[in-house]
């Protein structure tokens, strides 16, 4: 291993003191320092390279083409050779191959399981070295992927360049000109049944006339083909039994494809199969030890425990006896039967009637049941972006196939303590909470509606049916002064009691649907204490007042929700991701048409006032991958809420809005913005110092770059705020709180970068970010990014916000 020289010593030793003494908590600073010293050491890495051989740096490609292409034309072929060329070379810096660096400072561990290797392995990288034989190999490649691609008759050239102990292949590719279909024929060798379903396939081909040629779309034209005759019975046909004849027209520059059948098939697949008996094995394969039972449509279940209901397969699988065998049934019936969960190991298979006159198959289904029952408890430790601190303990109770339906029943119990971080004394905003809740989930994988019936093959996953019942019971504890001592005690209590009717439907893998008709939600205070009533009328602010009211109140939310859910499949090769979450909340309109006002203009129901409001919320994200390791992402949230009748706003806490935290705006604090261009930390006069709204605008956006599979950096830049719907004077904020024309001007922008540790099945994310623009300053002194001064200490402590959280924001 290479000793580090004085000067670097030295340097490095500065870094640290400097971090040290200025108490600056910042990654990045780290990763700078980092840096520094990698480049300090990068003329090393040659020393390290065997005695004969050069490092491979990357290769360069020359198009040599005639007049006929345009230069964009060159541009995006030159790209896509780049493509093919292999090996890849190491990854690096400004040119420095920091990961062979560092797999040579590591050094040859001794031990294959040692530390030592693990860190080699993680964050270092064998040196790519350079081969005449790869250029040669990568020379007759690109040849062939020029005349694949219709550029018949173009050839390669390629040459290793070495510079000590580099080097660098050069290829010139001659490119000749395109060559584009002209004419495209399915050729029909008889009248059979197969015959004509393969001529049928003809309409939707992938093969356009002029259209230049391309080999991949002749490898997709036939798995279209094979597709589509799997949907018509032919099981044991196989896209290698087409061939598709190319016929070149050298003076045109023009080809005509024939397709058709190859020679020597065997008759067995080209047959049409029609299911004669499906046949399911519960844990056990052997039908002779166990007696069927006869469900219906040729469906037999071999279940010697009886532990499901015959049902349940008659809805999960879709082949029906008498039928003709199609893939999209198949397809669909192995995805039912798996997101049952209920079943460990789903196997499928098909075996042919032995006929010889037959074209029959029987389908079998092995099925390795999971325990009915089970326990599992979690503890975690976590803190939150609003001080606070605390524990969480749950224990959750599965038993499936409760009623021999393959119903899921879900009984959960957590309790918490959060506890409010700070390094003052002890006053009145210190509190702490303590929470303890109770969920029971029942699911049943099917709509319990009458007259609904699953359509056999059609949908990848079965409905499904949630009854949710749930209580939970919040204390918050505050800090009292008695006799020049403190002393804590119980502010007060809310007990939550809701309940819920869900239905969920997922036609295909792309969209799904989520339907909830009734949802009852009872919130009621208890045991306010003396002294937090104190507290709140010793407030000089209406907000304090308000939310006091809020807390007094026993509030009915009485609703129902939809929502969908939309990701588009990836197309093979797209670098494009996009996702839709949208859905709305509707709650107290039908009570609203038939119960009546009360002498003070409200609505009860059981003495109690419900809410009456409108909810309306759009999520979208979009992702660009520029490289397999630069992804830019990006986030859309817009929801608007509608209060009316009984409501003045939407339900404070539970169903406002709020920006801010490690998921939101990453620069300021979690309840910390808004609503509007109102300042809710700077509020000194307020007890209760966090923000709500009725309507939220949310934009984020960050480059994520993979620096090694553990190792992932980010720089994001973040935008929103909240605002009350309509102006509302007894709320205590100014009309300049209200969502208007100048919203635009009220945006809170923050950035920063991002370090990101995958763990695989943890991914730790750390944020440090600072705000650009803080709404509730003045008009013209909100854009504070100029104001930036990363190393006094006094902005620091104001400005800087490490937000530590689990998993990416988005």
């Known amino acids: 291993m290479r000793k580090v020289s004085p000067q670097e010593e030295h340097i490095g030793s500065y870094i640290f003191s400097f971090l040290k003494n200025e108490k600056i908590v910042c990654s990045t600073y780290l990763i700078v320092g980092l840096m520094l010293s990698v480049c300090l050491s990068s003329c090393s890495v040659s020393k390290y390279i065997p005695e004969g051989e050069s490092l491979y740096t990357g290769a360069k490609i020359k198009t040599a083409a005639d007049s006929s292409f345009s230069k964009n034309e060159i541009k995006v072929l030159d790209e896509q050779l780049k493509t093919i060329i292999r090996p890849i070379p190491n990854s690096s810096i400004f040119g420095f191959p920091y990961k062979v660096w560092f797999y040579y400072v590591v050094g040859e561990p001794k031990k294959e399981k040692g530390v030592r290797n693990w860190f080699r392995k993680k964050f270092g990288e064998a040196p790519v070295l350079a081969s005449k034989r790869a250029v040669n190999v990568n020379t007759e490649i690109i040849g062939n992927y020029l005349n694949n691609e219709g550029y018949f008759r173009s050839t390669a050239t390629g040459e290793l360049i070495i510079k000590g102990k580099k080097a660098e292949a050069m290829y010139v590719a001659n490119v000749k000109p395109r060559y584009t279909i002209s004419k495209v024929e399915f050729v029909q060798k008889d009248t059979s049944v197969f015959s004509k379903s393969l001529m049928q396939t003809k309409a939707s081909s992938l093969l356009k006339v002029g259209e230049p040629y391309r080999f991949d779309n002749i490898k997709q034209e036939r798995d279209r083909i094979d597709k589509a005759l799997k949907l018509n019975g032919y099981y044991y046909f196989r896209p290698d039994f087409l061939i598709i004849k190319a016929d070149s027209n050298q003076n045109a520059r023009q080809v005509n494809l024939l397709l058709e059948l190859k020679p020597n098939i065997t008759q067995t697949s080209l047959k049409q199969y029609t299911i004669k008996d499906i046949l399911v094995f519960v844990d056990n394969s052997d039908s002779t030890k166990q007696r069927s039972a006869e469900i219906r449509n040729g469906l037999r279940v071999f279940d010697s425990k009886r532990a499901f209901r015959g049902k349940v397969f008659n809805d999960a699988i879709g082949f029906r006896s008498g039928r003709l065998y199609n893939s999209q049934t198949h397809d669909a019936s192995l995805s039912r039967l798996i997101n049952l969960r209920n079943f460990k190991f789903v196997k499928n298979r098909f075996e042919m009637v032995n006929r010889s006159d037959s074209a029959l198959i029987n389908v079998i289904y092995d099925l390795t049941s999971l325990k009915h029952k089970s326990l599992q408890a979690e503890f975690n430790a976590l803190t ?44 009145n905003t210190l509190n702490s909470y303590y929470r303890v809740a109770g969920d029971a989930d029942l699911t049943f994988p099917r709509f319990l509606l009458p007259f609904y019936h699953v359509r056999a ?13 749930g209580y939970e019971r919040l204390v918050q504890k505050g800090v009292g002064t008695l006799d020049d001592s403190t002393k804590r005690y119980n502010q007060y209590t809310i007990t939550s009691l809701r309940s819920s009717l869900n239905y969920s439907f997922r036609k295909n893998a792309a969209v799904e649907h989520n339907f909830t008709p009734l949802s009852i939600n009872l919130i009621r205070p208890k045991n306010i204490s003396a002294e937090f009533v104190d507290l709140i009328f010793r407030s000089d602010n209406i907000q304090d007042l308000l939310r006091y009211d809020q807390i007094l109140t026993t509030r009915l939310i009485l609703g129902g929700q939809y929502n969908i859910v939309y990701t588009p499949i990836q197309a093979p090769k797209s670098r494009h991701y996009f996702y839709l979450n949208a859905g709305f909340d509707i709650a107290g309109n039908l009570a609203g048409l038939f119960v009546k006002k009360e002498i003070d203009d409200a609505k009860r129901i059981a003495n109690t006032v419900f809410e009456q409001y409108a909810r309306f919320d759009v999520e979208t994200r979009y992702y660009l991958d520029f490289t397999p390791s630069i992804r830019w992402a990006n986030r859309v949230i817009l929801g608007y809420g509608l209060p009316y009748g009984n409501s003045k706003s939407l339900p404070t806490q539970i169903k406002q809005y709020f920006v801010g935290g490690s998921n939101s705006i990453r620069a300021f604090r979690a309840r910390s913005i808004g609503p509007g261009d109102f300042d809710v930390i700077g509020d000194s006069t307020s007890i209760f110092t966090t923000a709500y709204g009725d309507v939220k605008l949310e934009l984020n956006s960050e480059v994520r770059f993979k620096f090694s599979q553990i190792i992932n950096f980010a720089a994001f830049i973040d935008a929103g705020n909240i605002w009350m719907a309509k102006y509302n004077d007894a709320l205590g904020y100014s009309e300049s709180s209200v969502f208007g024309k100048n919203f635009y001007k009220q945006l809170a922008v923050g950035g920063g970068l991002g370090l990101r540790l995958d763990f695989t099945y943890v991914k730790l994310r750390l944020d440090l970010a600072t705000p650009f623009c803080k709404p509730w300053l003045p008009e013209g002194e909100r854009w504070v990014i100029r104001d930036i001064k990363p190393f006094e200490k006094t902005w620091r402590k104001q400005n800087l916000i490490l937000n530590i959280a689990v998993d990416y924001p988005f």
């Open 457 to 469: 093959g059609r949908n990848q996953a079965l409905p499904k049916t949630n009854i949710n019942l």
């Open 384 to 427: 939150r972006s609003n001080n606070l601190a605390g524990t969480q303990l749950g224990v959750n109770w599965l038993n499936r196939n409760i009623f021999k339906g393959a119903e899921i029943l879900k009984i959960g119990i957590n309790t918490g303590f959060d506890f409010q971080l700070t390094n003052k004394k002890l006053n």
